[in-house]
Structure formats: C-alpha cells, structure tokens
C-alpha cells in the first residue's frame, strides 16, 4: 500500500519530532557541557577544565560508591544472565507446558510492578531477615538487582533463541549428541551473542538503578546514582555533571554494544 | 531391514486433530534406495522423522533388523539424516560438521580425523575442509550435509528432499553422485521426494504417498508402465484416462471393450478390479496415431504441439475425451499433420492398464 496513512506527513510532524529531541538531548548536552566548567556553577559558564573530573577522581566517596557500584552490577548481571538462560530454555525448548504463559507474565513481572511498591516489599522482607540473621552487606542489594535484571537479561537472550533454526538442535542429536551435549556443543555458541547482549543490559540497568537501591541500601552502602542524589540535596557542584558525563559514556558503550550484539545474524 | 508397520500420527486434538501418517506399512530392506514420493503434505517428512525419532507415532511399530526403535531417542538410532535445509553447524568449520558425529559418539580422535579425511575424499569437498559453513555455495553445503550424515556409518541414511534447493544441472550431478555414494558406501538410502522424476532415476524401489498413506510400492518401471490406481498414474507422468467396459480377466489380462466398440486387452491387476465400467490409464508415447478406419479410437486432431525432441498430438475421441499421443521426432518424419485432420488413436494390446478405483 503505497498510499497508505504516513505519519511523517502530517502536518505539524517534522515540529512536534524536532520539540522531542531537543527536550531529550539538550539537557544532557547542557550536563556534559558544563562539566568542564572552570568555576562553581552548573549555570555560569567560564572557561574550560578538567578540573571536576580530577575533584570526582580524588573524592574517596565517589571512589568507594563507584566500587560498590560495579561490584552489585557484576553480580547482578551474571546472577540474572544465568537465571534470564535457564528461564528462556525452559519457555522456548520445551513441549508446550500448563502455566507456560503465566510463567512467562511471572518472569516479565518487574517490568510491569511499580517500583517503588517493589522497592517498599523488598526494605520490608530484607529488614526481616537482617534482624533475623545480623546479615547487613551487600548481598540484599545483589538479589534485589538481580531481580529486577532478570527480564532485561531474558528478553534479547529468548529473542536469540526463539530466532535460532530449531533443526540445527535436531541435527545434533541425529548425530549422536545427547541433550547436554547439543546444549554444550550447539545451542549454546550460537546463543552467546545474546547472553552477552543480556548480561550488557542487566549491567547498565543495574547501574543506574535509584528507587530500590535507595530502600534497599543499608548506611554506608551508597551506589553511584544514590551517592548523586544525595548531593544534589546539598551544594551542587558541577562534579555531579563530571560524574553524569562518565556515566553516561559508559552507558552508551554498553547500550551500543548491546545493539551490535542483538543484531547479530547467525552466519 | 527397516520394518514399518501400521504407522499413524495424529497431530492435535478433537477437531484439530489431523492424520499425517494413516496406517503406513513398509519393508525396506538392506542396501536399497528407497523412495518416498508425493506430493508436498502427503506426509513424507512425518514418515523420515518418525524413523529419525523426532515424531512419536500415535500407533504402529518402527524396526530395525528386528529391534523396535520407538523407545530410543534419537541420538541412540544407528540413522542419520540429511536435513532439507543442510542445517550445518554455523560456528564450525567443514571438517569440524563432518567430524561432529563421531566425536559425539566418543570415538578417538585420530580415527576421527582419519575417517573425515576419507568422507571429505568421498564428497571431493577436501580443499574446503577448514572453510566456514557460511563460505561454501549451496552444492558444497549439500556434499558436506551429506558427509557429516555418513561419517558415523549410519545403519539408514534418511534424505529429506536434499536436492530441491539445487538449480536444475547441479540436481542432476549430486542426483549421479548420490547414486554413486549409495553404491559405494553400502548404506541403505531413504530419500525423500516430490519429484517424480528424480524419484524414477534414482530408486530401487519408490513408494508413492498421498494423504498420510502409501498408494502402491514398486520399482521404478513397475509404478510407472503399471499404475494399480488413478491417483499413482495422475502422479507420475502425464496419463490418458479412458472410461472403458472390463469384460473378464484372466490373471493379470483383462479383456476390454473402448467407447467405440473396439476389444483389446490390457494389464489388470488381480485384486480390486472387477468387471463392468472401469478406468483404463494408456501412457501418451505407448500410443500411436492411426488411419481412423484402422484406429481403436477415431477422433479429431485438436492441436499439435512441438516439444523439440518430441510432438504432442491432442485428439478429441468421438465421445469427447481428449488424448495426448506423444511422438519422438526423427529426421525423416515425413508425415505431416495439422489440427483438424481427422486421426485415429490406438496403441498394443495389453499396454493399457486398469486401474484400481
Ligand atoms: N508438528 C506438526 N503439527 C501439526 N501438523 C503437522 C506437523 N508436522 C506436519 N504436520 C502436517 O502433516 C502433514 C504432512 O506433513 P509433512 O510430513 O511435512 O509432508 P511432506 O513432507 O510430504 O510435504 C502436513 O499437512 C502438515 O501440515
Ligand atoms: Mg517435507
């Protein structure tokens, strides 16, 4: 249909699209311009420098928050990857199960849980269980990410499987491989792009992650974005910018890279 | 070797429910290229998967030499099959596809190497052997399906249509080669296809499907100058269908009496005919074109078409049907004729055959 309805052109379009963008990047860009500010403001510009880098590089606080930060997010991703696998096994490479789509509403279930009511569930259970055992270090953080991950990790890791040509599981077996081995030899090589695209997204989702981490956190247990927010309540500085600038770099190398990863096609 | 018996495989339930597999019976037997052939949907690809392992029968039993195969999976059949669309390992190299097999079932690795060695030598693919899968042409892709399926020397080598990706002068290679293989390795071939003339060039024997079930097992010759039923000889070849009287038969000659009135005899299969109006198939080149005062059946040419090596002649009979009469053309063919000229058609006795209804 060649004259079908195009929304591109409507009048008004190309202005309503041009507002988005601008309303989308131009505080981004206005963050990452003023961290190179020379003076104290995040509003008056006068001049250019590394200085609030070097200040943020030399802050033990944003040092140690940063820690803690990669820390959760390395565990939460592999934590969550390795569920998101089994998971998307199980809703893809089985015979057809009862409950297979409630599992399947189940396992997407913080995608569509408000945060904070899962944030006030998890400080209620986890304070529980803090009294019950004395336990207070990071492992409430690593599960409460881990959660939360899990359908970021499991959605391009399915995808990738439901994408796969099913015979070449079925050649294997032909040829004498038992499940493992199918599993080992076949599906898994050709699902590591989306196990890594998965593991990506978990990281950088838990990396920005505030609600829950603000609830979950025990004192002295600030991550990176929850450290930024509680600056922000006293003197801003154009530090936090320098902090937001390095951040969001890294974001978008793993969001980019998780882009690539997805897009890869089998050869 | 391969014993089949009473196959059926329902898919789905209740009012989905659909019979692809209806009460399949077949023997095949060591060292033979077998033949399922069919039209697409007859249920060809269920009956390779059933023996494969990837389908359970809903009834009926698999064997092989004597053993049931039905409650091994399949990575414990002594069958490999060459899947239709190759289906290589993308993240291997050549000889790495080829050598899955055996590796998988524990053999050492130097006997590994050497037996690829020799299917890359049999498939004449070794200068490829560290090519990535993604880096050969369809051809290659075929030889190295074929070889990885071979390797482990399977008991059955099971093909499903592993040639109808293949433009037509490739097909016609691998279908010598296959041929040539077969031969060579001793390995019973199952081969699947819907082309009827693939399925004659190749086989020893063809069994031709429709509609879940198998309609008549011969070889090629048998199925194709004796077709037991309408839909064998509609299938196979282009056939001229005539209503004629059977008036008794006396083992497998039938006496006939034509439209016209004319009596010859023909093939007729001793069980399932019996006398009264029946359904005689005649081959277009088994007939010939006649003075119509001498012919079994007078008519009218329609039309002539020339094919190159041969002539189509299509002639309207007194009683409406329309016959085709195929005719080789030689060099001295004199005898011209044109549409409109009135023709008769005949052909010898006992080369029609009756067909059971
Ligand atoms: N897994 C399945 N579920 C439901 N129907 C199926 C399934 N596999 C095959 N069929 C049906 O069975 C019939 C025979 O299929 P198939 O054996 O693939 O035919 P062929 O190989 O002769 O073309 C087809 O009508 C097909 O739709
Ligand atoms: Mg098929």
Not at chain 1, 1 to 13: C, I, L, N, P, S
Not at chain 1, 241 to 259: Q, R
Not at chain 2, 171 to 192: A, C, D, H, N, P
Request: charge should be neutral; proline fraction near 5%; include cysteine.
């Amino acid at each position: 249909m060649a004259r079908g309805f195009d929304v591109r052109r409507q009048t008004g379009f190309n202005t309503i699209a041009i507002c988005c963008f601008i309303l989308l990047y131009a505080p981004i860009i206005l963050i990452v311009v003023y961290s190179f500010n020379k003076g104290n403001s995040i509003a008056i510009w006068e001049g250019f420098s590394w200085r609030w880098y070097i200040s943020a590089w030399d802050n033990e606080k944003v040092q140690a928050a940063t820690i803690r930060s990669v820390v959760i997010a390395f565990w939460a991703s592999m934590l969550s990857t390795f569920a998101a696998v089994l998971a998307a096994l199980a809703t893809t490479r089985t015979k057809p199960w009862r409950g297979q789509s409630f599992i399947f509403a189940m396992i997407n279930q913080p995608l569509m849980v408000p945060e904070i009511v899962t944030a006030v569930s998890l400080l209620i259970v986890f304070a529980s269980i803090k009294v019950a055992t004395g336990y207070t270090g990071l492992g409430y953080l690593v599960i409460a990410h881990t959660a939360f991950c899990i359908p970021f990790a499991y959605m391009p890791i399915r995808a990738r499987l439901q994408g796969m040509d099913l015979t070449l599981e079925q050649a294997a077996s032909d040829l004498y491989a038992t499940p493992w081995q199918t599993f080992r030899r076949v599906t898994l090589p050709q699902l590591t792009p989306g196990i890594l695209a998965g593991a990506m997204l978990a990281f950088v989702i838990s990396l920005d992650d505030v609600v829950i981490t603000e609830f979950v956190k025990s004192a002295g247990q600030d991550t990176l974005p929850t450290y930024m927010l509680g600056q922000l309540r006293r003197v801003v500085t154009p530090e936090i910018n320098a902090i937001s600038t390095v951040l969001l770099a890294f974001s978008v190398l793993l969001v980019t890279g998780f882009f690539l990863l997805s897009r890869t096609r089998k050869q | 070797m391969i014993e089949i018996a009473n196959v059926t495989k329902v898919f789905g339930q209740g009012e989905a429910a659909f019979r692809a597999l209806d009460g399949v019976s077949v023997t095949i037997d060591e060292n033979e290229f077998f033949t399922l052939l069919g039209p697409s949907g007859c249920g060809k690809t269920t009956l390779l998967r059933t023996i494969a392992g990837f389908v359970d029968p809903t009834s009926g039993s698999v064997k092989l030499d004597g053993q049931s195969l039905l409650e091994s999976p399949p990575y414990k059949r002594p069958v490999n099959t060459v899947f239709q669309s190759y289906a290589l390992f993308p993240h291997m190299t050549v000889a790495q596809n080829i050598g899955f097999g055996l590796e998988m079932q524990g053999k050492p690795k130097s006997e590994v190497q050497e037996t690829v060695a020799e299917m890359l030598e049999l498939v004449r693919m070794t200068p490829m052997a560290d090519r990535q899968t993604g880096q050969i042409s369809g051809g290659q892709q075929q030889r190295v399906a074929l070889a990885r399926a071979l390797a482990p020397r399977p008991k059955v080598l099971l093909l499903d249509e592993p040639l109808s990706a293949l433009d037509f002068k490739l097909r016609k290679e691998m279908q010598l080669e296959l041929k040539r293989l077969q031969s060579e390795t001793g390995i019973t071939f199952i081969f699947v296809t819907h082309d009827q003339e693939e399925a004659l060039t190749m086989s020893d024997r063809i069994a031709v499907m429709s509609e879940g079930a198998i309609r008549q097992i011969g070889g090629p010759r048998d199925i194709y100058d004796h077709p037991a039923e309408r839909f064998v000889a509609d299938f196979i070849g282009d056939t001229n269908f005539l209503e004629v009287e059977l008036l008794r038969t006396e083992g497998e000659e039938g006496r006939i009496r034509l439209a016209s009135g004319a009596e010859t005899t023909a093939r007729a299969l001793s069980g399932g005919v019996s006398a009264g109006t029946v359904t005689l198939a005649v081959r277009p080149e088994h007939a010939d074109l006649a003075d119509p005062a001498e012919a079994l059946l007078p008519g009218t040419l329609a039309e002539v078409v020339y094919f190159g090596t041969d002539t189509h002649y299509h002639v309207d009979l007194e009683d409406g049907t329309r016959f085709v009469v195929r005719q080789q053309n030689t060099p001295a063919q004199v005898q011209r004729r044109a549409a409109g000229d009135r023709v008769g058609v005949t052909f010898a006795p006992g080369v029609g055959q009756v067909l059971r209804d």
